[in-house]
């Protein structure tokens, strides 16, 4: 059980013992203080205790909320040869119409084949090592190893592909995220899937050969797939007519973070990765105890992947609605346009997640900075609050937030 949420449930009444059903059940569900009762009928106790700010929310949450929580772990897994891909789409979280995610695995020499997507394509490198390549309409080239913390895109239309390479863990693990939420991973364009639905005479006039020399094109996609070992990165770069102007690949991790009592940020937008034009993206480090701050973004919605840890979420959606969520490493959060909300670290260790929006740029307004900058007199009218609360205050944004030193 969360330490905090512990903490909440005993505190609420002056230490109130948990019921032994309770205790038994390893967490206290529904119960808040005084409020709610033990579930008596069927229950998922392993969830629940996964769910503790769900299951037993704080007095502040109110309304009516859409559903802002999936976990990859709920997805449907495509198995293949090689591989596995499971997606997080408007399918499975109804509110994320702007940006869909995708989780995939190659093992080593594996190939996700050339394809290209209407989409732009957004990745992260959770772990291991893969080549990516791509050719630009004007005949230019990229080809880069990429390895854990590094980032690439491709472009809506270019056609790209993704190998993965020897390392510790037999590959790449990567997440992939797109600028629609309605994307799908089985709707790329595959040039297997291509050449088998094309006619085998117009194929063999397209290449200047004998339908005989395509006797053996696959019937079908391959998707995933065991391929050759690739050459040498020298020998695999191809010259075509030069290199990319803009890089296709950053190096994430490389970027030296803003530094705050409690942890850090990493912030990629078209600032320091200008290819990257409809996806920005922040990767934020939390120490126990530590939060975001109370913020919010005026330039579009809010979708998360959780990387390590656990923590707590609150969104507030105007009208008196809020709610709160919990998450764990490989969950995915989302928080619509504009809507107030803070990412707590609930947990004993660092809480690592990623930030990401359909977006050029990353912007975001601190609640603490928009108190700080008007007028006080203003302030303390709307909130009977002191002047040493807002003295307090920083007057420039700190997204970090540390814990507060136990009295």
Known sequence: MHDL???????????????????????????????????????????QA?????TAPP????????????????????????????????????ASKEIAGVNM????????EMHWHKEGEWSYVLKGRARITAVDQDGRTFIADVGEGDLWYSPSGIPHSIQGLQSDIDGVEFLLVFDDGSFSEDSTFLITDWLAHTPRDVLAKNFGVAEEALAHLPEKERYIFPAAAPASFDRDQMVGAGPVPQSFAYRMLAQEPQRMPGGTVRITDTRN???????????????????????????????QYYLEGEGRMTVFGSEGKARTFDYRAGDVGYV?????????????????????????RFASLSLNQWMKLTPPELVR???????????????????????????
């Open 5 to 47: 949420y512990r903490r909440a449930i005993l505190g609420a009444t002056g230490g109130a013992a948990l019921t032994a059903a309770a205790q038994a059940q390893g967490t206290a569900g529904p119960v808040r203080g005084d409020e709610g009762a033990p579930i008596a009928g069927p229950t998922n106790p392993a969830r």
């Open 50 to 54: 996964e769910e503790p700010f769900t």
């Open 105 to 112: 695995r190659l093992k080593a020499n594996a190939a996700r």
């Open 273 to 303: 990765f200008p290819v990257s034009q409809t996806i920005a993206a922040a990767l934020v480090e939390l120490e126990p105890g530590a939060m975001r701050e109370l913020h919010w973004h005026p330039n579009g919605s809010e979708w």
């Open 336 to 360: 619509p346009f504009a809507m107030g909300h803070y990412i707590e670290n609930t947990g004993p260790s660092t809480m690592r997640f990623l930030e990401v929006f359909r977006s050029s």
């Open 59 to 94: 007095k502040t949450d109110h309304g009516s909320m859409p559903n802002l929580k999936w976990s990859f772990s709920d997805s449907h897994m495509r198995l293949e040869e090689g591989g596995w891909a499971r997606e997080t789409t408007v399918r499975e979280l109804p």
């Open 381 to 407: 009218s709307h909130l009977n609050i002191t002047q040493g609360v807002l003295d307090g205050l920083p007057v420039e944004q700190h997204p970090v937030v540390p814990a507060r030193r136990q009295t």
